[in-house]
């Protein structure tokens, strides 16, 4: 996820406002919302876009939002439509905060675009940051978008060709439990027309 990607996503922004309806995905926010089982807290957004509809439905809820992008131009679209979220221009990889910071954390249609040896250091990276009993709700590629079981490549969105990567469910839940989360649902889920693996963890309390 370099230089390449990042224009890729400036680009993006330019035909944002014609694509804005093209996924709805509140349900799955709404569920993942009353999951957390409290009416404030403070949500990690990483590569949170244009602000919409992650950060607008969890600031309209109370919550204090932490936004993380790479795409400056994503940024000034998330200044304009979600001004109350906190902006941090960076490459997800990049960043840290400090341990037990966040009671929720979402990362949408972007973790798959990291290889995914650096996938499993992020994770470690999120549960250090989520507090023991936080979740976290993310979207992981599989064989129903690729055509393979893993897969490390380019696939075209929006007439651009993305890099895109993952394992295999099984290995991934492997992992993730390996680590330290508890796996509270996997969910196939058809939106805009693309297939993706759901997934909602939680960090497992010590003791």
Same mark, same amino acid.
């Given at each position: /996820?370099?230089?390449? #990607?990042?224009?890729?996503?400036?680009?993006?922004?330019?035909?944002?406002?014609?694509?804005?309806? %093209?996924?709805?995905? $509140?349900?799955?926010?709404?569920?993942?919302?009353?999951?957390?089982?409290?009416?404030?807290?403070? %949500?990690?957004?990483?590569?949170?876009? !244009?602000?919409?509809?992650? !950060?607008?439905?969890?600031?309209?809820?109370?919550?204090?939002? $932490?936004?993380?992008?790479?795409?400056?131009?994503?940024?000034? %679209?998330?200044?304009?439509?979600?001004?109350? /979220?906190?902006?941090?221009?960076?490459?997800?990889? /990049?960043?840290?905060?400090?341990?037990?910071?966040?009671?929720?954390?979402?990362?949408?249609?972007?973790?798959?675009?990291?290889?995914?040896?650096?996938?499993?250091?992020?994770?470690?990276?999120?549960?250090?940051? #989520?507090?023991?009993?936080?979740? !976290?709700?993310?979207?992981?590629? $599989?064989?129903?978008? $690729?055509?393979?079981?893993?897969?490390?490549?380019?696939?075209?969105?929006?007439?651009?060709?993305?890099?895109?990567?993952?394992?295999?469910?099984?290995?991934?839940?492997?992992?993730?439990?390996?680590?330290?989360?508890?796996?509270?649902?996997?969910?196939?889920?058809?939106?805009?027309?693309?297939?993706?693996?759901?997934?909602?963890?939680?960090?497992?309390?010590?003791?």
């Amino acid at each position: /996820m370099g230089i390449e #990607l990042k224009e890729i996503y400036d680009g993006f922004a330019a035909t944002y406002d014609e694509n804005r309806g %093209l996924f709805d995905m $509140t349900g799955v926010f709404e569920a993942f919302y009353h999951s957390l089982g409290q009416e404030k807290g403070h %949500l990690l957004d990483l590569g949170c876009g !244009a602000g919409e509809p992650m !950060a607008r439905f969890f600031i309209d809820h109370g919550w204090q939002v $932490t936004g993380v992008d790479f795409s400056e131009k994503m940024l000034k %679209l998330a200044a304009r439509y979600v001004p109350e /979220m906190t902006p941090i221009f960076e490459d997800m990889r /990049m960043i840290d905060f400090s341990k037990n910071t966040f009671d929720g954390l979402t990362a949408i249609y972007s973790i798959f675009h990291l290889p995914v040896h650096d996938q499993e250091k992020l994770f470690r990276q999120i549960h250090k940051w #989520l507090r023991p009993e936080g979740k !976290a709700l993310f979207t992981y590629g $599989t064989k129903e978008y $690729t055509g393979f079981d893993e897969f490390e490549g380019y696939k075209k969105f929006m007439g651009q060709e993305l890099f895109y990567a993952h394992t295999t469910p099984e290995k991934l839940t492997d992992f993730l439990e390996s680590i330290g989360f508890d796996i509270l649902s996997k969910d196939y889920r058809e939106i805009g027309g693309e297939t993706f693996l759901w997934v909602t963890m939680e960090k497992r309390s010590v003791g």
